[in-house]
């Protein structure tokens, strides 16, 4: 579970989220939805360690997150993925998958890859530099380097922006793949339409406050 209980967060001294309350569970999609600037993306930053939490805590699984560095919030598991900015550009999806699995002898970076590679299918890709795939094939590498480190929890920031239907389609039939494996995810989306026929609930965020929070098909 990842949870957010009175959450005040923003950068440097500018407050952005007010008393957010949030639970995601695992086995299901959470969906963060709202304007533009109305905070979805410092939620996600705020979990991941990355924005400044003022106030309030965050949990991730079983443990208090809230003052942990960004680096020991993903050893417990958690990924966060933005959607250009995982993958290196400059080496090939293979190079990527090994850096992402780094910890990991030969041997099992064989068994794992073939694990995450049933999973998400970059198969024909491992050998092209990150540089000429496509936005949603990078999308894809970065969920595979997520999984090769055994990441539990996922943050997915506007996962299919700028994806062409098919790719975009692709990319959450991936998100619902990792829900039925019972991994947590939370799925922040501007075209909330898209985001709320694949989840399981909702959180309405409007100028850095929760307005709605409930099942995602009301
Ligand atoms: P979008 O739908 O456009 O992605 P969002 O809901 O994700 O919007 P955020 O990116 O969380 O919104 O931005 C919320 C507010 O925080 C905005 O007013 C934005 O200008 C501000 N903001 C975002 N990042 C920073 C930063 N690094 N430093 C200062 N302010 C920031
Ligand atoms: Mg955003």
């Known amino acids: 579970m990842i949870a957010a209980k009175s959450l005040n967060a923003?950068?440097?001294?500018?407050?952005?989220?007010y008393e957010v309350d949030l639970e995601a569970r695992p086995g299901e999609i959470t969906a963060v939805v709202g304007p533009n600037g109305s905070?979805?993306?410092?939620?996600?930053?705020?979990?991941?360690g990355i924005a400044k939490i003022f106030?309030?805590?965050?949990?991730?699984?079983?443990?208090?997150a809230t003052k942990m560095p960004a680096h020991?919030?993903?050893?417990?598991?958690?990924?966060?993925?933005?959607?250009?900015k995982n993958v290196f550009q400059n080496l090939t999806v293979l190079e990527n998958l090994r850096m992402a699995a780094?910890?990991?002898?030969?041997?099992r970076f064989r068994d794992k890859l073939e694990e995450v590679l049933e999973i998400v299918p970059i198969k024909p890709y491992l050998n092209r530099p990150a540089r000429e795939l496509s936005g949603g094939w990078r999308q894809m590498v970065a969920v595979a380097m997520a999984l090769m480190r055994d990441a539990r929890y996922f943050l997915f920031d506007e996962p299919t922006a700028q994806l062409s239907p098919k790719f975009a389609a692709d990319i959450l039939t991936l998100i619902q793949k990792l829900r039925d494996m019972g991994h947590t995810i939370i799925l922040a989306e501007q075209n909330a339409k898209k985001a709320l026929e694949i989840s399981d609930k909702a959180y309405l965020l409007v100028s850095g406050r929760v307005?709605?929070?409930g099942p995602a098909g009301d």
């Open 10 to 17: 923003g950068y440097g001294k500018l407050q952005i989220l």
């Open 39 to 48: 905070g979805k993306s410092t939620l996600l930053k705020a979990i991941a």
């Open 55 to 64: 106030g309030g805590r965050v949990y991730i699984g079983d443990r208090d």
């Open 72 to 84: 020991e919030r993903a050893r417990l598991g958690l990924a966060y993925l933005q959607q250009t």
């Open 102 to 107: 780094y910890t990991l002898d030969a041997e």
């Open 211 to 213: 307005n709605y929070a």
